[in-house]
């Protein structure tokens, strides 16, 4: 992968397990795309720290940024949910008594909003009480066939294994990797730190350094602990609000400062006797987005400047970790691009020529700039590159087409191109941790909604694919596929993935659960989750529609669903519903839709213009207050969004475009779906404040309706909203995203009249 080297980071309940996240490329080719995270309930490490430097768990410690949460991925939010309503702003004048009345009633209007919200759900909590408490068993269930085969991922240097377990790193040797054969080096418990879990590690080239990032759930910002090794593992320094790191050199370590969701400074610490810390790089420009990654041979570290649109990299020479970064090529609009080294050449991947997609480059180290740029391989049309790793004599591409996934292997040597197409039952795949530079074979996992994730193994001598039968993993035999083609507004073909099970009858009567998400050029989360085996099992559909703005058809079609275009997303998703409901996948009174984040854009703009397609919806931290939202300049993450949502305060145009879709500024008086929203109140990403508008809005709207309707049997929708203390937009504890898994099926049973989960006792309607 072009970055994340050395790299652990836990997941879980999504995927319920403790493995890396091998975001590398994948990240950078998505905008640093942020996934909802949930964490393993045995990897759920705690964060109170016993270190000055810390602050204290009253004080919010670790609060404010993530590491594999980046932040390009998701729309703009707020610092805090009182942020919203402060007109103060650092360097602002300080505001009349006026303007200070205005914030203190708004702030107490806020507060009263969320009174009245947390109130109201424990009201109606009661309700799904007990079928919540049925799925979380069968989920568990599920978690624990399913979750057994891969242990967590290593990182290896010669002989020596580092790899982390429950909260502790270990260091084993590689023919003996076991936590009991294991020298323990660290541990969160040991340590005082609470609440917390092992987000990254990277070890110093020479062994004598370890560098940690721990990250709390409730908040978005990483501390970063540096070990020194040896008989007697010491705390060397502890490092706040710290995005990535590398070391340079056996004891220099780069690293990048987070500040309300933005990281533009980059910092250079030593740990020689003469210790200190200076800033080599500053980034100006409000858009731009600025991380660090070690070359895969180690000879250079790259200082990654990324808008949603262009590129800049500067090189540190490890050889040479105490001068001056020198600049590959200088930022070009509408130009991305993203490096790796190989005998003294650099490799660029890159937007650079026509088309506009990503295609492999090299150049000359010593002469960078574009007009150097050598083409090496150029992808198909509609191919999406997914992801990349370098190797010594070898370059992987993993690639999306049509649906399907495969590999292609390029040889630096005879610079022949070999392509595989994996399973067809494959919808994700990943990138095993620290794959050896000079190693001859390649592992990663493939994986479905419905599939656990296996090994595979591709030889580079061989040019074959070997399945990796560790242990056996129980995949669904009796789950049919189908990948469909649903015809847009504009004729444009869409993407819809389905899933059901075969053994189902009269799929016109079965419960259909559609998943939307189409911004940022992201793909659909489409790695196993217990719960969409479930519900296979229990007679659902699954439709995955791979809308416009999403990534799935590469950088064209994300361009063709943004800005300007974000209404083609809104036509794709209509489309795609039609579709599945003509060719007799469900019908409109038994189909709910699921999204989260920007997904939610979609998915209430779907319920304002055709909410006769769906019965129900639920909702996690939806951004649906688009238009109020990008017209807060002061909020972290408006300005750099603009590239994604366009600029309302300076193109009258653009305003009213995004007025014309925004779910909050289109709701009206008419039957509605029921809908189930979780938000979270450390959400520092979609302003709590702007949700409560939307719900509050939205009851007022079906009431309305309903009020001037004199039909008999009338229904007016459930309107819910569960607002989390814990958690924040990117991290959940297993137990919370537990819970919320389990609410959101209770509530599309009972919204959809789903018998398969009803206590035996009491009968369907």
Not at 288 to 311: A, H, M, P, Q
Request: charged share 25%; aromatic share 10%.
């Amino acid at each position: 992968m072009i970055r994340n080297l050395q790299c652990l980071e836990i997941s879980g309940y999504q995927e319920m397990r403790v493995r890396t996240s091998c975001a590398g490329l994948r990240n950078l080719l998505q905008g640093l795309r942020c996934r909802v995270r949930y964490y393993s309930k045995h990897s759920c490490l705690q964060t109170v720290c016993v270190y000055s430097k810390i602050k204290p768990k009253q004080c919010c410690i670790l609060d404010c940024a993530g590491s594999t949460c980046t932040h390009r991925t998701l729309p703009p939010g707020s610092i805090l949910p009182w942020r919203c309503f402060s007109c103060k702003q650092e360097g602002t004048k300080i505001p009349s008594k006026r303007k200070q009345n205005a914030s203190i009633t708004s702030d107490l209007l806020y507060k009263n909003l969320l009174k009245s919200e947390q109130e109201n759900w424990n009201d109606i909590s009661a309700r799904y009480k007990a079928m919540t408490k049925r799925i979380k068993e069968k989920l568990e269930e599920l978690h624990n066939k399913c979750t057994f085969s891969l242990g967590s991922p290593r990182i290896r240097f010669g002989e020596n294994v580092y790899f982390e377990e429950n909260g502790c790193v270990f260091l084993s040797k590689a023919d003996d990797v076991d936590e009991e054969n294991g020298d323990m080096l660290f541990s969160t418990e040991d340590l005082g730190f609470s609440d917390a879990f092992i987000q990254r590690i990277r070890i110093s080239p020479d062994q004598r350094y370890m560098a940690i990032s721990l990250k709390s759930e409730n908040s978005e910002e990483a501390t970063c602990v540096i070990i020194k090794l040896g008989h007697f593992p010491v705390v060397e320094k502890v490092i706040p609000s710290v995005f990535s790191f590398e070391w340079a050199a056996n004891d220099v370590l780069y690293y990048t400062s987070q500040k309300n969701l933005k990281c533009q400074n980059v910092f250079m610490t030593t740990f020689t006797n003469q210790k200190h810390t200076k800033l080599v790089y500053t980034e100006h420009d409000a858009r731009f987005f600025v991380d660090i990654y070690c070359t895969k041979d180690r000879r250079f570290l790259t200082i990654n400047s990324n808008s949603k649109t262009s590129s800049e990299v500067w090189l540190i020479d490890c050889r040479y970790p105490f001068k001056s970064p020198v600049l590959v090529q200088a930022r070009t609009k509408g130009v991305i691009y993203h490096v790796e080294h190989r005998n003294d050449e650099l490799y660029i991947l890159t937007t650079y020529g026509e088309p506009a997609e990503y295609k492999l480059m090299k150049a000359p180290v010593a002469a960078s700039g574009k007009e150097n740029w050598q083409l090496v391989y150029a992808l198909e049309k509609k191919t999406k590159l997914v992801d990349l790793e370098m190797f010594s004599d070898h370059c992987i591409m993993f690639l999306k087409n049509a649906g399907h996934l495969y590999l292609n292997a390029i040889s630096f040597f005879s610079h022949s191109v070999q392509s595989i197409k994996l399973p067809t039952w494959a919808c994700e795949f990943e990138l095993e941790s620290q794959p050896e530079h000079t190693t001859s074979t390649c592992y990663f996992q493939l994986t479905s909604p419905v599939h656990p994730p296996k090994r595979f193994a591709y030889s580079f001598k061989e040019n074959n694919l070997i399945e990796q039968a560790v242990q056996e993993v129980p995949i669904i035999t009796n789950c049919h596929t189908t990948r469909l083609l649903a015809k847009s507004k504009d004729e444009t073909l869409v993407p819809i993935t389905v899933f059901h099970n075969m053994n189902s009858k009269e799929l016109h009567r079965k419960p259909l659960l559609v998943h939307v998400y189409g911004a940022y050029g992201i793909d659909l989360n489409m790695s196993f989750k217990e719960d969409k085996l479930m519900l296979i099992e229990e007679g659902w559909i699954l439709a995955y529609c791979h809308v416009r703005g999403g990534g799935e058809l590469g950088l064209t079609w994300h361009k063709d669903g943004c800005q300007h275009n974000k209404l083609k997303g809104l036509h794709d998703l209509k489309a795609c519903i039609m579709l599945l409901h003509e060719l007799g996948f469900s019908q409109p009174k038994y189909t709910a839709l699921a999204a989260a984040s920007a997904g939610g854009i979609l998915a209430g703009a779907l319920c304002n213009t055709a909410p006769e397609l769906i019965r129900a919806m639920v909702l996690q931290a939806p951004f649906v207050d688009v238009l109020n939202t990008m017209m807060k300049t002061h909020l972290p993450l408006t300005i750099e969004e603009q590239e994604e949502w366009g600029n309302p305060l300076a193109d009258e145009k653009c305003m009213k475009y995004i007025k014309s879709y925004c779910p909050y500024q289109n709701i009206k008086p008419q039957c509605y779906p029921s809908v189930f929203i979780t938000a979270y109140e450390n959400d520092q990403r979609v302003p709590l404040t702007g949700v409560l508008r939307y719900v509050r809005k939205l009851r007022k709207a079906a009431l309305d309706h309903a009020s001037r309707t004199s039909e008999k049997g009338n229904w007016v929708p459930n309107i819910i909203l569960d607002i989390q203390a814990s958690g924040s937009h990117c991290d959940s504890s297993w137990e919370d995203s537990l819970n919320e898994v389990a609410r959101h099926l209770a509530f599309l049973n009972k919204e959809l009249e789903v018998c398969h989960l009803q206590h035996h006792s009491k009968p369907c309607k």
